[in-house]
């Protein structure tokens, strides 16, 4: 059977969000677990540990799968609790191939 176009099938809107978290959340394996779930829907890009004690986040990929992992971010792994996040969109690069962990800041 051969594949066809369809109207129904649309093109998934690829962006990118650069993020901080605030709140006790390192130290906590935040980055890990981060990168474990960005990986797990698929997405690129990286994350790292700030001198402040944020964590800063760039993600790429699908809007509806960013906006997952965004809302994950919101609990984050067990030990860790979320005051903030700031979001800020951009436009998709595809620079990045998978998804890091930083160490530097």
């Known amino acids: 059977m051969r594949a066809t176009w369809s109207p129904a099938i649309k093109m998934k809107k690829i962006v990118q969000a650069h993020l901080f978290v605030s709140g006790t959340v390192q130290g906590v394996f935040f ?3 981060t990168q474990e779930v960005a990986r797990g829907l698929d997405l690129t890009g990286w994350v790292r540990n700030l001198r402040d ?5 760039m993600v790429e990929g ?13 609990t984050g792994p067990p ?3 979320v005051v903030d996040i700031e979001t ?4 998709a690069t595809g620079r990045f191939t ?3 962990i930083k160490y530097e800041s």
Do not use: H, Q
């Open 31 to 33: 980055r890990s677990y």
């Open 53 to 57: 004690g944020r964590v800063e986040i």
């Open 62 to 74: 699908p809007e509806d799968k960013v906006k997952k992992l965004i809302e994950w971010c919101y």
């Open 79 to 81: 030990s860790a609790s």
């Open 88 to 91: 800020i969109w951009l436009t």
């Open 98 to 100: 998978d998804f890091d």
